[in-house]
């Protein structure tokens, strides 16, 4: 749904302190957390790098700035960090660790690493873009330190340069001269080792031209090809041989088989269809079952002689076939004898010219080895010289690091202001989180929208007699109050509902116990007598405990309880007052007569409330009444706590369903709606805190109540200041109650 501007204001209003809760929380420890924080001071060195570079490239400028980047990544190197360490004696240094050693001793390896460590992570190595300078920018509690080591990088690494530079020279040279003798040895055996295993294993080569090569390979493909024909011919003998024994005459059939299976067939079905007619040992079922078996023995005689036959024509195909291979496999021998032979004759002559061979090879071989050497002597020389330029590149500092006079950290400002922006967005997004997950009931719309039930009244928390009495209600004491002009609307709107000329039945229920249904039904009988209107009260709720609030207006000690009647021992007669009469206003009162208001209830609590609960006595009751008052009120239990609520609705003629405000979610309305399994007529909001509705701005007519405050006597719920909002503490002050 969308929200104006106006509704979001609204939605901050009701969650204000809570928003400023989060937001006090934020600042304050963002804050606090400055002002204990060490200062942290940042110096910066800027250093330039020299490139050699005079090859020309058309690239140059792109290689160089690849240099640059390679040059700032040497800056950030670990080992690089171990050096400057090394140099500065950081670990003996209280400005740099907290624990330092003591002069003299030896620093091992892993407080080594775990010190790089820790300066790396204060450094900052940064290249600027599009030129030769990097800034250096080290972070560090002592402005002196900061500036010191920053100074030391550039020449900590031109230090490390110049020694690696030095061993990887010496390095090089050395393994140029051992790479050239190890590759001469190893062309030498090489080569003999070549020879000797293509004399071991005839592989011959070059010595008898390309012609005569040419020729053995020839004769050999035709040589071998001969030896496959013969071998494949001698295995296709054996193979016809011995698939006879695997043909399967599973599938053989004859014309006369194929018929003595559909005669079986029939016979088949014919027996299923007269079994279900006859019984097994009918004459007609004994001759089927003789037709089936003599079919039977036909069929497997019948197979037998078509299998009988398949595999004796099988048998003479694969003779014939195994003939004709074995004369092909004659042939191909014979071939095959004749080329090995000439085949024999040449290959002799060739290995008598590969001896001769050899003296020639090595030759060739020390020729080849020497140019082998000379070419790679000179691209390595190359590879050299190209390593020292590019060793040629260096960096110098261009801009030492001033000792800085202004820390950089902490920032109580930025950082108060920062505190203050996240926890705004954080603290607004909690509050519309918690608004769109309140599944709450607060307002008639949202009781509307939700179930489509309108809200008869939105009543004020009572206190006091006015709980547990009618006469005590504020609409019979204070009619001019609030709550008695709230109460008198809830009046009129049930009123409404009634028939004219018949007496009027409301059920009033709620979803669970603590709702205030029973405080609702007394002011709805209040206002009914107030509004001119016979009306009683029956408390069918009979599982509540004995302090109940609803009793009778007056205690008659002895006489029959709702209980009594309801199990056949009283009549209506004895739970009833003297007839109503209208009392007549007090003298001089400008007000019409009025009656009193009727409470029937138990006592005590029943022992087996299903059982008192039935129908018909119910219903006897009711009617009985009806002859009597306009209005009967039934104050039945909580729905979702019993089934009598939904047992009760047939007897009334209107049901209202009473939910406490702020407290009573959606779910528990729709779980009692679900029980009840007819409508609701109405909803009636009850315990509501005028002021705080009126501020959470929710539009509906209890936002204006303050408006007209005049047409009113007695004290009016006044808004509460943030701090009596403020649960939990001692100055927190509840919303003004009606006594």
Do not use: C
Not at 131 to 136: A, K, L, P, R
Not at 435 to 457: C, P, S, V, Y
């Amino acid at each position: 749904m969308s929200m104006s501007a106006r509704q979001v204001l609204k939605i901050i209003r009701r969650h204000e302190l809570l928003l400023g809760a989060i937001v006090f929380v934020a600042v304050l420890v963002v804050l606090v957390a400055q002002l204990l924080t060490t200062p942290v001071y940042e110096a910066t060195a800027t250093v330039q790098v020299e490139l050699n570079d005079d090859s020309g490239s058309p690239d140059m400028a792109a290689r160089n700035q690849q240099r640059v980047s390679n040059e700032a990544g040497i800056y950030r190197s670990r080992a690089l960090a171990e050096r400057v360490v090394q140099d500065l004696k950081l670990a003996h240094d209280p400005r740099f660790v907290d624990s330092p050693l003591k002069e003299g001793a030896v620093l091992d390896s892993r407080r080594l690493t775990r010190l790089a460590g820790r300066l790396l992570a204060r450094t900052s190595v940064s290249n600027v873009k599009d030129s030769d300078f990097i800034e250096i920018t080290v972070r560090s509690a002592s402005p002196e330190m900061a500036s010191e080591i920053a100074n030391q990088y550039p020449v900590s690494l031109a230090a490390y340069r110049a020694a690696m530079r030095d061993e990887r020279q010496g390095k090089i040279v050395r393994q140029l001269d051992d790479e050239r003798d190890r590759l001469a040895a190893e062309a030498h055996q090489a080569e003999q080792a070549v020879a000797g295993f293509r004399r071991s294993h005839q592989m011959l080569t070059g010595a008898g031209g390309s012609e005569d090569y040419a020729q053995i390979n020839r004769i050999a493909v035709e040589a071998a090809s001969a030896a496959a024909m013969r071998a494949a011919q001698s295995a296709r003998a054996a193979g016809v041989s011995r698939a006879v024994s695997n043909i399967s005459t599973a599938n053989a059939s004859s014309s006369l088989l194929e018929q003595q299976r559909r005669q079986l067939d029939d016979l088949t079905r014919t027996r299923t269809e007269m079994a279900m007619t006859y019984g097994v040992e009918h004459p007609r079922m004994l001759g089927l079952d003789a037709q089936i078996s003599e079919t039977l023995g036909g069929m497997q005689k019948e197979q037998a002689r078509v299998n009988a036959a398949a595999q004796a024509q099988a048998q003479a195909d694969a003779a014939r076939e195994a003939g004709m291979a074995r004369s092909e496999a004659a042939a191909s021998a014979s071939r095959a004898g004749q080329l090995e032979g000439t085949l024999h004759a040449i290959t002799g002559k060739a290995f008598a010219n590969t001896a001769a061979m050899v003296e020639l090879n090595a030759l060739e071989r020390n020729a080849e080895t020497a140019r082998a050497a000379f070419l790679s002597m000179s691209t390595r020389a190359q590879q050299v010289k190209a390593s020292l330029a590019a060793a040629g590149i260096h960096s110098r500092l261009m801009s030492p690091a001033a000792i800085p006079e202004n820390p950089v950290a902490p920032r109580p400002k930025s950082a108060t202001f920062a505190a203050f922006i996240g926890s705004l967005i954080l603290g607004l997004l909690i509050v519309f989180g918690i608004e769109l997950t309140d599944n709450r009931l607060w307002n008639a719309e949202q009781i509307f929208h939700q179930f489509g039930l309108r809200t008869f009244a939105m009543l004020p928390e009572l206190a006091g007699d006015a709980v547990t009495s009618a006469k005590a209600n504020p609409v019979l004491q204070d009619p001019q109050s609030l709550f008695a002009e709230v109460a008198r609307g809830l009046g009129s709107e049930v009123a409404d509902l009634a028939i004219p000329g018949q007496a009027q039945t409301v059920l009033i229920t709620s979803p669970i116990t603590g709702d205030g249904k029973s405080t609702v039904t007394l002011t709805l009988l209040a206002a009914a007598v107030a509004m001119g209107r016979r009306a009683i009260v029956i408390d069918l709720d009979l599982r509540r405990p004995s302090d109940s609030v609803l009793r009778s207006t007056e205690e008659r000690g002895g006489m029959p309880d709702l209980i009594d009647y309801l199990s056949g021992t009283a009549e209506v007669a004895n739970l009833l007052p003297a007839p109503a009469q209208a009392a007549p206003p007090a003298e001089g009162a400008r007000s019409a007569p009025t009656y009193e208001p009727v409470v029937i209830s138990a006592r005590e609590p029943a022992r087996n409330p299903v059982a008192l609960m039935r129908l018909g006595r119910v219903r006897e009751l009711l009617e009985k009444l009806r002859q009597q008052y306009d209005l009967i009120v039934i104050n039945a239990p909580p729905t979702l706590a019993t089934r009598d609520s939904r047992m009760l609705m047939e007897t009334a003629d209107q049901t209202l369903l009473v939910v406490r405000w702020g407290k009573t979610t959606t779910e528990q309305v729709r779980a009692a709606m679900q029980v009840l399994q007819k409508p609701v007529d109405g909803v009636v909001m009850n315990r509501v805190d005028y002021a705080e509705h009126a501020r959470r701005g929710y539009g509906d007519p209890v936002q204006f109540y303050m408006a007209s405050a005049e047409y009113f006597e007695g004290e009016m719920p006044r808004p509460r200041r943030w701090y009596e909002r403020l649960g939990g503490f001692p100055w927190r002050k509840r919303a003004p109650t009606y006594a």
